[in-house]
């Protein structure tokens, strides 16, 4: 197959950038990998729409994938009930009537920094972030699309640097395959000074939150200020007690899920199973204050709650698509393909940039970090041992690698969360964002040429 496997996802990026369809584009790229699926083992092509609806069929059933989707509808419906109940407008006037958030400058900081707090899973730090600061943007007059970018920029950056959670022990159990000089946890942890495209991610962030100073697409989208939900009236505001309540209640019982399913250890628990249930908790108690406020009755918040899944079924599509796509690549060996890019005869110093730029390409060609991660730390740690590198550069690269796809494909299900929590089209958090991450990571691979040259 090799070369034909990296056409399906140049599929994806075309047809987003040349008809600005999301979904569109994602089923055309499943369809063809499907189709090349079969001409490879000289099927019936004709079996292609056949086969592309069990793709689906079988990404549904997966219990990983069905928790995300259905996590995904409920998010719609805790923003309706926070929203509709009045809570959100009295959380926004509350946090700029107490000087809290009374200049844009501190509007963004604090939505950054409750990303980071919330580290222990990457789309629950952009769900917390995204829902607590939609109301103090709009208030302040910066666009959706700037907040999309904040989130999901400090998010997976976050993640792999605070590894007390399910990206740290996900990693440690493919490193611990390997016969390394040290422990897999101390190399592990020996990354985060290295891991140059996380740090220089959370610094831009800061920057443009610091500056108050946007460049490129992210400029024009700021003069429009569009969001997807403009055309909802806001209720007035009541008790930012119906917000602040089962916003608490998601994230504190999302660290007390990820102890349960990890029987008694944070690290090792399910991050699907933990983010799925603790939004279904805030959700009952959002449902609840609704009807306490006497805001609706029993049936009229049922509707709300349908209502916010509707507005969000599009995102939730996508999010569905571009995990099928990501399973039928792996099929088809995409990812295998461009890792082999790398060889082996490279020089030294340039092992290591080759390791990241691998990193992204595969990560952003097929929407997942962790796949990425599975891929290429096979090949890393191997490159270790017999060509004597330092295990936390080499690891470091491949992580950061891993992360810049996680957070700016648009195959990526953090980038469609990250849209759908803040409110924007996915299309316009993808062309806000890219240069920032491009610019990132130019920067990153000559940093690692650098370090490279001094360490090896």
């Not at 008790?239 to 990890?262: H, Q």
């Not at 890393?380 to 017999?386: T, Y």
Request: charged share 10%.
């Amino acid at each position: 197959m090799d070369w034909l496997s990296i056409i399906p996802p140049l599929v994806a990026i075309t047809v987003v950038l040349w008809k600005k369809e999301v979904i569109l584009a994602l089923l055309l790229a499943i369809v063809s990998s499907e189709a090349l699926l079969l001409l490879n083992a000289s099927n019936n092509i004709l079996l292609t729409p056949i086969n592309t609806i069990e793709r689906m069929v079988s990404t549904i059933a997966s219990a990983g994938t069905s928790r995300i989707l259905l996590f995904s509808l409920l998010v719609g419906a805790l923003l309706a009930f926070m929203r509709d109940s009045g809570g959100v407008a009295a959380f926004v006037n509350k946090l700029v009537n107490s000087g809290i958030a009374k200049t844009k400058r501190r509007a963004g900081g604090i939505t950054m920094l409750t990303g980071i707090a919330v580290f222990i899973e990457s789309n629950l730090s952009v769900l917390t972030a995204g829902i607590m600061a939609r109301g103090l943007f709009d208030r302040f007059k910066m666009s959706r699309a700037r907040l999309a970018y904040i989130i999901d920029s400090t998010s997976a950056p976050v993640c792999i640097l605070i590894l007390l959670n399910g990206w740290g022990a996900y990693v440690l159990g493919l490193l611990d395959a390997y016969e390394l000089n040290d422990n897999s946890f101390i190399i592990l942890w020996s990354t985060i000074p290295y891991n140059i495209y996380a740090w220089l991610t959370l610094a831009i962030v800061a920057y443009t939150i610091i500056s108050d100073k946007v460049h490129g697409p992210l400029k024009e989208a700021e003069q429009k200020l569009e969001r997807l939900d403009s055309h909802i009236e806001i209720p007035a505001p009541t008790k930012s007690r119906y917000m602040l309540l089962p916003l608490a209640t998601m994230i504190i019982s999302m660290f007390a899920f990820m102890v349960w399913t990890g029987d008694g250890k944070l690290t090792e628990g399910s991050g699907s199973k933990s983010v799925l249930y603790a939004t279904f908790l805030a959700c009952i108690v959002g449902f609840s204050l609704i009807i306490l406020s006497k805001r609706s009755n029993t049936q009229g918040a049922f509707k709300i709650g349908f209502s916010g899944m509707n507005e969000l079924l599009p995102l939730v599509t996508i999010v569905m698509l571009s995990i099928a796509l990501g399973a039928s690549l792996k099929v088809l060996g995409t990812g295998l393909f461009v890792s082999g890019l790398v060889g082996e005869y490279l020089p030294f110093i340039l092992v290591v940039p080759a390791l990241f730029v691998a990193g992204a390409i595969i990560s952003f060609t097929t929407g997942t970090s962790w796949g990425t991660f599975a891929i290429l730390i096979p090949i890393g740690m191997p490159l270790v041992s017999a060509l004597g590198l330092p295990p936390e550069l080499v690891l470091a690269a491949i992580l950061g690698g891993g992360i810049f796809g996680d957070h700016c494909s648009p195959i990526s299900d953090t980038t469609a969360v990250s849209s759908l929590a803040a409110g924007v089209d996915l299309l316009t958090h993808v062309k806000t964002q890219l240069p920032y991450a491009l610019a990132t990571g130019a920067v990153t691979i000559v940093a690692y040429i650098v370090i490279s040259m001094a360490l090896i």
